[in-house]
């Protein structure tokens, strides 16, 4: 991640994700999910840790209640998509379809939006 796509992931990650940032510093900062779990965001002079040390190093999906809602909100601050809406069927909670799309975030890495209608 370069200097100028950490402080623009940053703030993807509030507003284009709606994330809750819990602590940050220049170079590390710390988000939490709906349901609680942590999402992490490294500057480019932070610690050479082994799972970010790639440029294309792999990134995670976020789940959703409803895609569609995401979507709009992803595009409307800069999520540029790679791919058209997929659905697996039969393969969300209670056997509903499971949708997800691929977007570019401002780091330059391609992460997931899905809709598998879990409740947590």
Known sequence: MTTRQYPAMKEFAQKALDLDLVSSSEEFSVFTT??????????PKAPQYPWRTSPTSIAFGFNTTNLDKAMTQLQNNGAEWVS???VV??????GSDYRFRLFRAPDNRVYAISQSNTTS
């Open 89 to 94: 069927p039969g393969a969300g909670a209670g």
């Open 84 to 86: 058209t809406v997929q």
């Open 34 to 43: 709906s349901n609680g779990n942590l999402f992490e965001l490294y500057g």
